[in-house]
Every structure is written in structure tokens, then in C-alpha cells.
């Protein structure tokens, strides 16, 4: 009988097992992780990995030995996205601070949706929100962390919908005129799921031209938006990019802000990648008229190193739209006789209930190494670029698109077999297959990785991302030597 | 020149510092926070506490000392949502190895968008979505793991939608009918919130009636989509919960398959909370039925303790719906002349880009205990529930709302005072006042946590969710004693 009412877990045989954990990750992902002279890959079929990691799920448990050669195997066969040598997303590195506070995060387990469960992170939410506005150029203003930039840029279509339209909440879009949102052709492709998702459709998304950086064209925004209510339709959001994912453009935001006023439209700025500029006193100028946005959405796991996920809609209103567009007020939750006051109960500002706690990492990086720190970070990711981008000069075989505005490095290399037949009637259908050769190459070695992709008529060219704070000189000249190694016979 | 390319983050530092931190986490917040002599929340009113942990951000780091004394702050005002004496949500407890494969996720910090960043991932969530499905009855079919149960919901609303107006996509849903949704009074709110997000709008969730339990009225449901059609909308899906948010009641699944059989209705069933009886074969019934639905929602970051976040959606189908739905198929991300099987990039299922790894915890918890050991929490859940509701009825003033189907118990308690005059006119008044009080000074004591809601016309009353694979016998006596000691004098 007592059995049946004993706790199901050892706390001794657990702190045990987490114990050794933490060893395998500090041994296999923090140290070999990180070693240049390691790989940052360990290339498997996925047959073959599948039979390795021996996925299956069975009626009985496994003893702790087993268990941890598992952890062992999931380390082992993962990529190392803090490798100095993984050029590969917009994310990686390390930052201690951020990954304790993670951990920490991870073992506290909580909400954030009332100050009941969660009263450090309400507090320390509001905290890192307003040093994210002051760094916009708001005193005031809301905000929230959402699950990633796309949901920040969903939250934004919703609130300038909704500011438009209030009675869209309860009586959705029928009845309303048709509504169209304005993006530049290199936005990212959370505009489209957006507009699909809120019941607006990828039609309705006009697709503003982008000049030869890859930058929103403010007369060519302001004619389509004219066009578009001549065609009936009412425009209400202009979503513009600061640092494109592909070539890391900034969009001319004081100019769009003039267009945006002048037809008074909600002005957001997906900030996702670039907004980590406004650290820099140097490059905060890339983001002029960011502060005269309706909204701005920034990800600071993705330049800040902060971790997966991390990301904040940052917002100019101080009439509570956040919470008027998003609530339902269910009163098992958000009850309002509590004995607090019951506007720290946050959660309805969000379409979530559970919402994870995305703060402390960042605050806590934040607190150790301060805004001096985080601005050094993105001054010497620059320098890091600059010294790539020479060095590519004086190699034959790199094209670069253009000259970067901020850390991504987009650029075709040429193997010395093409080099002198650019006129040839099939050297574009030729250079579209080299990079995804020299990454298969790259990825089966595990030397090293590194994005390529087309981009409207320009066939496949790599897209090399050097932000890292782990990164040093050596990794970049590494760099192309390894694309030149793997592509020379090409 | 050098310093300017050297790394700016010092590895032995900072893995000193995570082991420092490793260490607080395992006395502060697992030793401690589950320690039954040790209190569940340290209250502070909001001014102190911001005071206390001195939020705010500043240009200059601090020293290691000082950001570790932070950390231990954190923790301290942090509440032990581990405590066995936390009975406040539907999440809780503690599994070790659940959080060991979080601090590994946290510590690989990879995206689950593709094979090439995340190939240990890809193939994980896919087995463990099989496992999933398989309890659902299903042998084939989709799925993916959702930034909570809302968002599940929120899938399943807009596939439903889609498979019936593909258009919808791309055109939104002007020129569509209107589009309504049926789910129960007692449904969690996030069906209404996904109406409003999604364009459809809270008027057009048609709320059915519950029976005394608080399970769905197939009769009412029939009747309500006959009605709405007449009105010349077009119902699209019925919303379904398994284990609903605050009675823990089951929907009788296997009717409302024949309702929506009847008029071809896209059937989700929400069971983020009460999916978990599937593992059981004492229990499962409670979900007759469910094999017959088109998408399920499911939790295990609740009863089945995996932490947060961890929800899935799982999905019947098999013509790749969700792909199609979600995808943008974008060409810098999802290239299609990689050199795997462009199908194991899943990211384009999801409306998210960034998307945390959220299969592993619950793979390596799965894989520690296996079936047969999630099945002896469950049922072991249903037994502490029984023994809390004897005990219940032995004592004077608790008063059940009804006899819980699941493990939510929820009860008026009666002070002394209050006894016998139950015929009062003031007495629901009087009685809706008591569950606040008694919250507050168990918050400000810091001896345990519950909560407290009205429904309809059912005031305030607790709701005491008892599934933690911590608890013991001694936990659930301590309950009840601790509401009459800090409610008898009311
Ligand atoms: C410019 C831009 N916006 C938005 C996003 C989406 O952010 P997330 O991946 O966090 O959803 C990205 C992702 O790379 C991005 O580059
Ligand atoms: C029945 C039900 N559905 C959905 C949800 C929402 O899940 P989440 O909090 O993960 O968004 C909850 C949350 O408690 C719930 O109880």
C-alpha cells in the first residue's frame, strides 16, 4: 500500500546522472565543440544515423550507463554550432553567461504568463525590454519576447491590423476591405507565412523592389501603395528589413518612415538580424529612423549569441494594444481579485499560454559584460569582415556580390577551371553547381560549414557569416583556404 | 592590430562559470526547491523584489562573483515550480532525465529546420512523434513539436481551414464564407485566441454546451453546426478537449466522431493536458475515440513532467497537409539541390523559422523510464488523486465541485464559520472571498501553492492538480491540513 504513494523519483540517482551530463557537454560540446582541431561535423546517412542512435522507443527503461553513452551519442553525431568554423545560419558561437542562464531557465522550469509563477522573470522581462527600447530611442513603449523573429513579425501584422480594424478580433476579416502589407523582395519569408497564417494571403504581401544591395526602394513602395488603393485595397503595414537574412541589407528606414507617414501606415522593422547594430555607435547609423517605427523585432540569439530562442517585438504604444489586441482574459488564469496588481500578470499580452523564459540569458550576458561588451562584440564583427573581404580581394577566385553593409560576406567562388570563361553561354549554369559541391565536400569532411543559396537571377553563391565572438583571424583564413581546397579541381 | 582578431570569450573562465552555476542550480533549486522543509515561494511585493535583484543593465560587465551572487538570487526569488508542494498548474515536478537532455539541447543550441543543422534532431522528433501517434492509434501520419499547446491548436485550426479552401492561402479569406468553430464552454482559451489571430474571429467560436461534468454535449454540438449552417456559415472544425484546462474533463470523443463524420467537420482534439492516459491502459479509455480525429494536441511538458516547453501536434494525415500549408519554400534556407533528401528538412512544416529542439528531454526520459514507466506515473497520478478526494470527504468544509474524472480536484473550502448556512443570501458572496484569502497567505508564507477560479456560475473555488511524480502521501495530507489552518479563522 505505502509503495503506491512513495515518489516515482531518486533525487541522489538523479543528481547523479545530471552530474555526468554536464561533464559529457562541458568534454564533448564545449571543449571538442569548440576545437579548431576537431571536426564541426560528423557527416551521417541518415540510415545509418538512425541505426546508430537507436531512435526506438520501447516499454522498458534503460540503465544509466546506457542512458549516458546516448547523451554521448546525441553530442557526438550534433552539429557544433559554436565550432569558430560553423558559417553556416545567422546563429552560433557560445557565450557562458547566456548558456548558465539557460541552464538555469531549464531548471526552474516556469512560465512566464502571471507574477504569481514567475515574479523574477515579470520584472526582469520588463527590465530587458526597456534596455532593447532605449537602444530603439523609446522612454516609453511595450513588448514581449516571442518564439522567434517570424512570430515577432506575425505579432506585428496582427497589432496593425488590429489598431486599424478592432473589430477584426471578434469578427474576423469578413466584412473588412481587402488589406495589403508591403515588403521588400529580400524580406524574409515570414511576411508571407504571416499574411497565409492570419488569414490575410501571400497575395495581399506586395513585393516592394530592392536596389542593387539589396534595399527597399522607398519610391517604388510608395507607388505600389498608391497603386494598391487605387486598386481597392487598404494598405496597412510596411514591414521592413534591417540586415536581410541573405545579404544583410538595411532597409533606408527614415525614408520609409516618410512614406509611412504620409499614408499613415504601421511601420515595422524586422530587426531580427541586423538590430544588434544599435549596441554600436559606429554602425547604429545603418538603423537611422528606426525610432520613428511603429514596432521593431530584434532576436538576440542570433548576433548576441544569446541561444536559441531569443527574441523581442518591441513596440511604441503605451495604450496597451499588446494586450487589447491579444487577450481572452480567462479567469482560471488571469483571475483579478488576486492580491497583487494584476497588470503583472503579462501572459495575455501574448496568443501563447505556456510561454518560456526568454530573458535571463540575455540578462544575464547583459549584466556581465555590459552594453560596452555587446558593443565591442559587434564592432569586431565588422572588423572580421572587413579583414574577410580583403583578404578575398587579393585571392583570384572570390567574387563578391557587392560590398557588404554588414556581416554577411555573399560570393561566388570560381575554380581556376571557369576562371577567364565568364562570357561563355553556360558559365552561370556551371557556377550554380560548384558551391553545392563544395559543401557536400565540406559537410562530409566536417572541416567546416557554410550557407550557399540563388537569389533572384543570381545563381547559387555562398553566404559566409562571421560574427562569432569565438572567431579569430586564423578561422577566416581558413576559410578560404578550405573553399579553395575543396573547389580547385572543380 | 592582433587583439583586434582575437576571440572574445575566454573558455576556462567561462566553464568555470557554468560549473558554478551547475552547482547553485543543483543546491538552490534542486535540493532546496524540493525540499518539503524548505518554502515553495519566497513572496516579495514587486518594488522590493526589482530592488532586491537590481535589474537594471548597464554599460560596464561585472566581476564573476557578483554575477554568480545573481544567479543565486534568481533562484532564491525564483518559485520551486518542482515543490512537491506546487500544486498550482498543470506543469511541475522534477525528472532528471528530462532536464539533463535540456541542458544538452540548451549547450547545442541547433535549429530544427534542417537535416544539415540538426540531423540527430530531425530523425528524433520524428521517432518520437511516431511513438506519440502509435498511442494514438495511428500507424502512419505527420506532425511536428509547436512552442506550446496554444499554437498546436492554433495548426490544427488553420489546416482544417486549408484543406477545405486551399485558396485560403494565398488569397486570405476575403471572398471565402464565413468559417465557424465549435468548441466547448469549457475549452481552453487559445481556440478563441486563434480565432482572433487567424482572421476568423471570436463571434465565429460557437460555444457548445457541457454536461454537469463539463464534458462536450454531442446533441448540443449536432444541433449548433445545423443552426450555423443555416445561418449560411460554413463549420470547418470542432475543437475537442481531452482533460480540460480546469475540471479535467474528457469530451466523449467517440460521439463527437460521429457529429463530425456526419457533416465532413475537421476533428482536433485538444488533449495538451489529458493526452498523457494514453500511456495507460487502466486510464485510456477516458479518450474512446481519438484515433477517429484529424489532429491531436498534446503536452508531455505537463502531466508526463518533460518540462517546458514541450507540445505536439500530430496529425492523421499523410498527403503532407502541413507542408503544404506552412511551406514558403524558402531558396535560402530549403534548397532543393542539396545532397540528402530535401525531405528531412522539416523546418518549412511550421510558421516558425527558428524553431528550439523541444524532442530530445522527452526522447531521453522516454528511453530512461520507457512506456511502462510513464504508464506507473500516470496511473499513479489517478491513485494520489483517489486517496485526495477520500480524505476530502472524511473532513468537514471541503466541498467537491464533482468527482474528478482526471487528476484536477477541484473544491470549495468552508471555513467553520461559514458551515450550516449555505441557505444565506450572502453565502456564494461570502464563499467566492475565502480561496483569495487563503491564496495570499499561502503566497506570503511560502508554504505551498494552488490555484483558485470561478466558472460560470461557480465561484471561486481551488483547483488542486496532483500528478507530480515527487509527491507522496505525506504531500497531499499536508494540503489539506494547510487550507484549514489558513482558513479556519476566515
Ligand atoms: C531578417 C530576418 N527576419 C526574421 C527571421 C526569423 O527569425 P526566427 O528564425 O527567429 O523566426 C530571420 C531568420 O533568419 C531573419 O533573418
Ligand atoms: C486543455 C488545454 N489546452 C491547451 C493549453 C495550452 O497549452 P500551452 O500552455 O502549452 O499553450 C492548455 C494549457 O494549460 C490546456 O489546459
Redo the contacts between chains.
Keep these: 500500500m505505502?509503495a503506491?504513494?512513495?515518489?516515482?523519483?531518486d533525487?541522489s540517482?538523479?543528481?547523479l546522472?545530471?552530474?555526468e551530463?554536464?561533464k559529457?557537454?562541458?568534454e564533448e560540446?564545449?571543449?571538442k565543440g569548440?576545437d579548431v582541431t576537431q571536426k564541426v561535423?560528423d557527416?551521417?546517412?541518415?540510415e545509418e544515423?538512425?541505426w546508430l542512435?537507436d531512435?526506438?522507443?520501447?516499454?522498458?527503461?534503460?540503465p544509466q550507463h546506457k542512458?549516458l553513452e546516448?547523451?554521448k551519442d546525441?553530442?557526438k553525431?550534433?552539429?557544433k554550432?559554436?565550432h569558430?568554423r560553423f558559417f553556416?545560419?545567422l546563429?552560433g558561437?557560445?557565450?557562458?553567461?547566456s548558456?548558465?542562464g539557460?541552464?538555469?531557465t531549464?531548471?526552474?522550469?516556469?512560465?512566464l504568463f502571471t507574477?504569481?509563477?514567475?515574479?523574477?522573470?515579470?520584472?526582469?522581462e520588463n527590465?530587458?525590454l526597456r534596455?532593447l527600447r532605449q537602444l530603439v530611442g523609446w522612454t516609453e513603449g511595450d513588448g514581449i519576447f516571442c518564439?522567434?523573429?517570424?512570430?515577432s513579425n506575425?505579432f506585428a501584422m496582427?497589432l496593425a491590423r488590429y489598431q486599424l480594424f478592432p473589430e477584426?478580433?471578434?469578427?474576423?476579416?469578413?466584412g473588412l476591405p481587402?488589406?495589403t502589407v508591403f515588403t521588400s523582395s529580400e524580406s524574409?519569408?515570414?511576411v508571407?507565412?504571416?499574411?497565409?497564417?492570419?488569414?490575410?494571403?501571400?497575395?495581399?504581401v506586395i513585393v516592394v523592389k530592392v536596389d542593387d544591395g539589396g534595399r527597399m526602394i522607398p519610391k517604388d513602395l510608395d507607388e505600389k501603395i498608391m497603386l494598391a488603393k487605387s486598386q481597392g485595397t487598404v494598405p496597412f503595414l510596411v514591414s521592413c528589413t534591417a540586415g536581410t537574412?541573405?545579404q544583410g541589407a538595411f532597409d533606408p528606414l527614415d525614408h520609409i518612415a516618410d512614406v509611412c507617414e504620409k499614408h499613415k501606415l504601421w511601420m515595422h522593422v524586422d530587426a531580427a538580424w541586423g538590430g544588434s547594430v544599435l549596441f554600436s555607435k559606429q554602425h547604429r547609423h545603418l538603423m537611422k529612423g528606426v525610432d520613428r517605427a511603429n514596432s521593431v523585432g530584434w532576436?538576440p540569439?542570433k548576433m548576441l549569441v544569446a541561444?536559441?530562442?531569443c527574441?523581442a517585438l518591441l513596440l511604441q504604444d503605451t495604450t496597451n494594444l499588446l494586450r487589447r489586441c491579444?487577450s481572452?482574459s480567462?479567469?482560471?488564469?488571469f483571475?483579478q481579485?488576486?492580491?497583487?496588481?494584476v497588470n503583472?500578470d503579462v501572459g495575455d499580452k501574448s496568443?501563447?499560454?505556456?510561454?518560456?523564459v526568454d530573458c535571463?540569458k540575455l540578462?544575464?550576458m547583459?549584466?556581465?559584460?555590459?552594453?560596452?561588451?555587446l558593443e565591442?562584440?559587434v564592432d569586431?564583427a565588422f572588423?572580421?569582415v572587413r579583414?574577410l573581404v580583403e583578404e578575398m580581394k587579393k585571392r583570384e577566385g572570390f567574387q563578391l556580390l557587392h560590398e557588404p553593409e554588414f556581416v554577411n560576406v555573399c560570393f561566388w567562388f570560381t575554380p581556376p577551371s571557369m576562371r577567364g570563361n565568364e562570357k561563355h553561354a553556360d558559365y552561370q549554369e556551371r557556377l550554380a553547381k560548384v558551391a553545392?559541391v563544395i559543401?557536400?565536400r565540406m559537410?562530409k569532411q566536417g572541416t567546416m560549414?557554410v550557407?550557399?543559396?540563388?537569389?533572384g537571377n543570381k545563381v547559387?553563391f555562398f553566404?559566409v557569416i562571421a560574427f562569432s565572438?569565438?572567431?579569430?583571424?586564423k578561422d577566416m583564413d581558413f576559410f578560404l583556404d578550405e573553399i579553395e581546397r575543396l573547389g580547385n579541381d572543380l
Design positions: 505505502l503506491r504513494f512513495k515518489p516515482l523519483i533525487h540517482e538523479g543528481q546522472f545530471l552530474s551530463t554536464f559529457i557537454i562541458v560540446v564545449l571543449c569548440t561535423c557527416w551521417k546517412e541518415p544515423l538512425a542512435l531512435l526506438e522507443l520501447r516499454a522498458t527503461g534503460e542512458l546516448r547523451v546525441v553530442a553525431y550534433s552539429i554550432t559554436s569558430p553556416n545560419q546563429y558561437g557560445v557565450d557562458y553567461h548558456l548558465a539557460r541552464f538555469l531549464e531548471a526552474l522550469n516556469t512560465n507574477y504569481e509563477v514567475a515574479p523574477v522573470f515579470v520584472l526582469m527590465e530587458v534596455g518564439p522567434g523573429g517570424s512570430t506575425m496582427n477584426v478580433k471578434s469578427r474576423g476579416l469578413w481587402r488589406l524574409h519569408y515570414s508571407k507565412k504571416g499574411a497565409a497564417y492570419l488569414g490575410i494571403g501571400t497575395d495581399n537574412t541573405v532576436n540569439h541561444g536559441l530562442q527574441s491579444h481572452a480567462a479567469s482560471y488564469l483571475q481579485d488576486k492580491f497583487y496588481d503583472l496568443v501563447q499560454c505556456s510561454r518560456k535571463l540578462w544575464l547583459w549584466k556581465a559584460v555590459g552594453s560596452a561588451g565591442e562584440r569586431k572588423i572580421h579583414y553545392p559543401k557536400e559537410m560549414m550557407g550557399y543559396q540563388p537569389l547559387n553566404r565572438p569565438l572567431l579569430s583571424k
